[in-house]
Each structure stands twice: as C-alpha cells, then as structure tokens.
C-alpha cells in the first residue's frame, strides 16, 4: 500500500507502507456462513419485493432492487465490522542449554584418544572442536546458552570471530579448569533459573559425572514436570581409575654436607585402582640433575610414607625435587613433583658428652666422636682425676657456665651423670638452650643416676615419660627393633648386606651377641602425650612392647632417651659397624634441628603444618633476641597469602603474658593451597620471616579420580534424554525437540469508517434516487 491515495481511500495509520504481505479482508464481529446466505436470501427478497408493484420497465425497476439490496447489504458489512489485516507472525527460539564442567576433575588424563592419553578438559575441547559446524548450524535455529560450572553455574563468553575460516575455533572461551567442587544440583538449579519462562528443548552435559553435590529429587521432578531432557556427554574413563600423588614432604630447612638428610614423602593413593600402579620416587638435586636418592613402589603395596635419603658432598642453597614416576600414564602429573629448599652447610656438628664413670657405652661413644670426622666433640668425665687430661676434639676443663657457652653446642649428651654435678642455674641453661635455640640433647641411660636423680629439676621436662624416675631393669635379654617412625625420620637405618634398613640379626634372639643384658622398663602408658617412640623391644610383655629409645619436642628443640647402655655388645658381631650408625644417626638428627635455629633472633612457626579448610591453625612467634623484646608492644602482624602472592588475611597475634617472648593467633582458613604466613610489622622491619602451612579442602576434586558416568545415565534417563557417547556427540541436533513457540500478532485498519465505505454508501443512495426520478417511478 504505498499510493497516497489508496491509503487515504482506506484510512490506513498502522499498517506500513513497506508491508511486502497480501492483505486479506476480516471481521471485528464475524457471523457464521449460514448467517450471511440467510441475510443475501432476505435482502434480496426485500430488494425485489419493494420494486414489484411499482410500474415502470421490468430492466429498470431489476436495477433499482439491485442497488436497493447492495445499499442493505453495505448496511449489514459496516455493522459486522469490516477489517484490513496484515498478516503477522513472530517465532521464539526454544533454548538448549550447555553446561560445561570447568571443576580441577576436568585435568585428569584417564581419557583415551588416538595419541594417547589425554586430559579430561581436552577430550571437552576436542569434541566441541570436532562438532563446531554442527553447534554452528544448530545455534541458527535455536537459542544456544553456553555455561560453565563448579561451585555453581556461571556464563561463558563467546569465542572472537576467527579471521581465519581454515582454523576450527570453540563456540566459547574457556579458560582452565581451577574448580575445587563440583555441585551439579546447584548448577542445574541456577541453569534452569537462568531459562525460566524460556521454551526449554534441553540440557547437554558435557562433565565426568564426579560431583559431591548430586541432582535432589525437586530438580528431577522439576526437569520431568517440564518434559526437559537431559543429553549427557560423558567425559573420562567409564573404568576404575588411580593416581599416586606427593601429599607432603618433610625436610629440615638446614642440614651439614656429608650428613644422611632425610627427606620424608607422604603419599596418597587416589581412586580405587591405585593399587595397581608401581613407580619410582626419586630425589633430585634441581640444579645439577642429579639423583640423590630412589626408592622403588612395586604395586600392591600399601605404604604411604617413603624416606629418602641423601648425603650431600657441596654446601650452599639448593633445591631438591622429590618426583614420582609412575610405571602407567599418570593421572594427574602436577601432584607428581614437589620442591623443598634447603640450605647446606659447611661446619662440623659440635657436640658436648657428659659422663659419669669410664662405662662401656661411654667409651665406644667417645671413641666414635673422636674419629668422626664431621664432628666436633667435647668430652667431660665427672669421675676422671684432676690431673686427667679431658678428650675429645676441642678438650674442656670444665662445663660450660653461661648460656654463651652452651650455645657453642648443637648436640649436648648426658650419659650416667647425678644432677646434682650440674648447678641449678646450668640445669636451666641446657633446658633454654634446647627450648630457645633448638639444641639436641640425647639421654643414655644409667643404673645409677639417669633419671632417677633429675626428679624435681629442670631438665625433668625433657625427659618422656611421667611418675617416678625409679626406673627398675627390664630384667631379661632383650632385642631392640625400629618403628616406622624412626624410618620416617631417617634413624636406626643401618647398613646391613642387603643395604639399609635394620639387620634381622639385631631382632634375632637366636643372636645372643644383638641382645641387650640391661635396659630400663618404661611403661608405655606412662609416656607423655608428645613422646614418639622410635624403638622398641622385640619380646612382647603384659603391657606391650617397652619402649627403648625415645624422643619428644621440647620448644624449638628436641629431647631423645635411650633406655639402654649396652649397644657397645653389638660390636661382637659386626664391629664398630652397628653402633656407631646406632648413634651418628641421632646425634646428626639433633644436630640439624639445632642448624635449622640457630642464629635466628626470631623463630614463626604454625601448628599444624597441614590442615583442613576451616579447620584452626595456630601461629606463633617467638623473639630469641633480648633486643628485640619490647614491654609496649602488645601484638605483632603478619600475613597470609596464597601461592601468587596476594594477600588473603591481616592476623594480629597476641602477647603471651605468662610468655611475654611470645605472640600467637588461632585462625581459621577459608582458602586451599600451599599459603604462606610472613612477618609484615612496622615494629620489627628487621625480621622476615615466613613459614609455609599447607590447607587442603577435605572435598578436593583431584583426591578423587574417579568419573561417575552412572550417575549420569540414571539423569539422562529419567528425564527422557539419552548419554551421548564423544562419537555419537553430532546426533544432538536429531534429537533435541522443536520447543519453539509460533506466536499470530496481525496489524488491523478497520475499515466501516473510512471514505471508501462513505462514497459506497453515497454512490449507491444517489443511484437510486435519480434512477427513481429519471424512470418517474412511483
């Protein structure tokens, strides 16, 4: 309708001069068929029954009926409202919605692929790479509304229009999969929100089915209520999967070069088919490649603590990496490898003996210092003349009297010694000197003095075990055996034909050389809750094994008891060779906690090292420099950051009162991951200090490998969807229904009031009145 005239004939407003449609004529009050031949039969009746008795010609009065019946029926149209429509019509798009699983499970490679193993997150891409013209064509014909999911639902953003129409580009961008939980219930609650209203076709799933949080009953009665089918795409390996990862590895910060360090590694078997996998842990040295140490996990074997050992020849920084190679593909190599620096130093270890009386033990013990060459000693022999020259490497003539002096030690050893040789004041330096500064004392048991005589003293809170320090003998030969503990910690590892270990001759009674004539009986329900028990006897007695050699943390430092003196009669089988890794092993075990704080004027430390998100820390801080103290200062800060370097929490920690050397804070983190707390407080810019505490989420994706692809299926088929195999991905399209909804809206110009109608009715009443007049009908 584009002539002026025409629209002006018509009266049209709302219709477009541009409509390319055929209009069609309607009614605002439409009446049925029957109606309108019942009206034309009565009409045309009338029309020619009022001409009938008129006289004139029989054409011209037919004409005048004619005009007549025309004019009624004009009449009649006008009352039923007679309408110009333009057809008109609009289609709303049913909408399918995406969900892509972007939780950390997504790195796991158990994914099968003709290179190979591939992670779970590249099969995700390769398929939607594989289908793109296929997604492409589907999302012109229906709304396409891609979200990612973990924690929850969130968008995501359409990819850049690729220049290059040879390269094949995802329908979004997706980044790398960092979630640490998958809630499949609450992101499909907040998909469907996202859809509500919307005509809905379906839900594609494109995830490995792991998730702690899976679909409720009110969400699968709300999908089957709305008829919206599930299509799932199941990602991974449908087969029991496992992964051996680092969980954590323990090694001192400082150690002396030639020394045997000890490197603990704490595993975790992952998934349920973990026992099938074997490997290598290796120790490497980061900067020169080399091996320090290996151990070999042959598969079935449950153990999940391994010791390394290394024996460094060259002082200096350095990093150490302990790395798992695995016999099959791993699952997850980022939990392959960890690092730990350490600092290696060049010095003799310095140790101090004190002895009561020229007894075996002392003997071979002072014998052994003497000819190790990484060790300083200093031996003082209470029972020895005056005259009598003192030994060791750097000879004293007397016990150290000030805290100066003491601090010249890293190890200090009391074999049978009565407390009362040492003054009240030397009691409480050597119990400082362990506290404060870290220092290692080690205990040899006596028949005469050891412990029985340091009831009341000082140096009674070093000792492991509580009640009387009466301690009667066991009464019988017995053989002395390590627990895991000890080769945990690198100790009692001696060199045997097979290599370390602990030599079965030495828990052999049938060697009658490896039994002990004399040792303490210590009843193990009479340890302190921190004594760990490092060895113990092989002969089983009503309350258990009895404890043999002993260790607890005392402060900064550590206290060892060995409850006999009679490992010199280990040299009658194989020599010197037992007794002195027996006892260098746990001198240099005190000696590196001594180096590890030494020369430190403060000390920050957190309790535990490894915790669970929400679980509490404590962090603690302790000022070793007098200097340093300062009565005003009521709380120090410090800050929590995260594995880049963004700060997490400001933590003010207190003033201990009964402590005043001491500031602590209890806190409970909220974030996983290896965090680091660092000294950040504008009283002390001279320190800084950082310690690591490692916070794992008790649900952490990677902790369990395993896909749920049953759970899938059981979603896909209750909704009336189906699984789509990565294969059968591109029969997607076939199967989703047309939910589209096809909505009429026509544009009307009623037409009973418009000129066209006004002349109709003129031209017809002007017809017939000059007809009438110029045929003189009467």
Avoid at 93 to 115: C, F, H, K, N, Y
Avoid at 227 to 246: K, M, N, R, Y
Avoid at 353 to 374: F, H, I
Wanted: charged share 25%.
């Amino acid at each position: 309708m584009n002539s002026d005239f025409m629209r002006w004939l018509l009266d049209l407003d709302v219709i477009p001069r541009d409509a390319d449609q055929t209009l069609r004529l309607a009614w605002e009050h439409p009446w049925a068929s029957w109606v309108w031949t019942l009206l034309f039969m009565v009409v045309g009746l009338f029309a020619f029954w009022s001409y009938t008795r008129l006289v004139g010609g029989r054409k011209s009065r037919g004409a005048m009926a004619m005009s007549r019946a025309l004019l009624i029926l004009l009449v009649l149209v006008v009352i039923s409202g007679p309408m110009l429509e333009l057809p008109r019509e609009s289609i709303e798009e049913d909408w399918v919605l995406v969900l892509v699983d972007r939780s950390e499970s997504m790195q796991i490679q158990d994914a099968g692929s003709s290179t190979g193993r591939i992670s779970r997150d590249q099969q995700l891409r390769s398929i939607l790479e594989s289908h793109a013209e296929m997604l492409q064509e589907l999302s012109e014909e229906k709304q396409l509304v891609y979200l990612g999911f973990h924690f929850g639902a969130f968008d995501l953003n359409a990819s850049d229009t690729n220049q290059d129409e040879t390269i094949v580009q995802l329908p979004v961008e997706l980044s790398d999969p960092e979630g640490q939980r998958t809630n499949l219930n609450t992101a499909l609650e907040q998909a469907l929100q996202r859809a509500a209203a919307r005509p809905l076709s379906g839900v594609v799933l494109l995830t490995d089915g792991r998730t702690d949080d899976p679909p409720t009953r009110s969400v699968m009665r709300r999908l089957q209520a709305d008829s919206v089918p599930v299509f799932a795409v199941p990602l991974g390996s449908a087969e029991p999967v496992g992964d051996l990862a680092i969980r954590r590895v323990n090694a001192p910060r400082r150690a002396f070069i030639h020394d045997k360090v000890p490197v603990s590694v704490e595993l975790d078997r992952l998934g349920s088919a973990v026992m099938d996998l074997g490997g290598t842990i290796r120790l490497v040295d980061q900067l020169s490649g080399e091996v320090l140490d290996a151990i070999e996990l042959v598969p079935g074997e449950t153990r999940d603590n391994v010791t390394l050992i290394a024996e460094p020849d060259f002082p200096g920084e350095t990093i150490w990496q302990v790395v798992i190679d695995t016999d099959q593909p791993d699952l997850i190599p980022g939990n392959n490898i960890k690092s730990i620096n350490i600092d290696l130093v060049d010095r003799p270890l310095r140790v101090l003996l004190v002895e009561g009386y020229p007894r075996w033990e002392y003997r071979y013990v002072k014998n052994l210092l003497v000819r190790e060459k990484s060790i300083e000693s200093s031996v003082f022999l209470i029972s020895a003349d005056r005259d009598f020259a003192q030994e060791g490497n750097l000879p004293i003539t007397r016990l150290p009297r000030s805290p100066e002096e003491f601090a010249e030690f890293d190890v200090i050893i009391i074999g049978d010694v009565p407390s009362t040789f040492f003054s009240p004041d030397q009691l409480d330096m050597i119990r400082d000197h362990v506290a404060n500064r870290g220092a290692g004392l080690l205990w040899i048991a006596g028949e005469r003095s050891t412990p029985v005589t340091y009831t009341g003293t000082a140096l009674a809170d070093l000792l492991p075990m509580r009640g009387s320090l009466s301690l009667s003998p066991i009464g019988e030969p017995v053989n002395l055996q390590p627990t895991q503990l000890a080769d945990r910690l690198g100790v009692l590892r001696l060199t045997a034909d097979d290599g370390f270990g602990w030599p079965r001759e030495l828990s052999d009674p049938s060697y009658r050389w490896s039994q002990l004539y004399y040792a303490q009986k210590i009843d193990p329900r009479l340890l302190k809750p921190t004594t760990e028990v490092l060895a113990e006897t092989v002969q089983e007695f009503p309350t258990g094994r009895l404890p043999l050699v002993m260790k607890m943390r005392y402060g900064f430092g550590q206290s060892i008891y060995v409850a006999t003196d009679e490992i010199w009669r280990w040299r009658y089988g194989r020599g010197e060779l037992y007794p002195e890794q027996f006892w260098v092993q746990m001198i240099r075990m005190l000696g590196r906690e001594s180096l590890s704080n030494s020369n430190q004027s403060a000390v920050l430390e957190v309790n535990p090292r490894r915790l669970e998100v929400g679980q509490p820390v404590r962090i603690d801080l302790r000022l070793l420099d007098a200097e340093l103290d300062d009565e005003r200062r009521v709380s120090v800060t410090v800050i929590l950051e995260d594995e880049d370097g963004n700060a997490l929490a400001e933590i003010e920690l207190r003033r201990d009162v009964a402590s005043p050397d001491r500031y602590s804070a209890i806190y409970l983190p909220e974030t996983a991951g290896q965090l680091k707390v660092k000294l950040d407080d504008l009283g002390l810019p001279e320190l800084r200090l950082t310690t690591l505490v490692e916070v794992v989420a008790p649900d952490d994706e990677l902790r369990h490998p395993e896909t749920d692809h049953e759970l899938l299926e059981a979603l896909a088929t209750s909704t009336g969807g189906r699984i789509l195999l990565p294969e059968d991905f591109g029969e997607l399209a076939r199967l989703l229904p047309n939910r589209s909804v096809r909505t009429i809206n026509p544009l009307t110009e009623r037409i009973w009031d418009t000129p066209l109608v006004f002349l109709l009715f003129f031209c017809f009443l002007t017809f017939e009145w000059i007809g009438r007049k110029a045929l003189r009908l009467v």
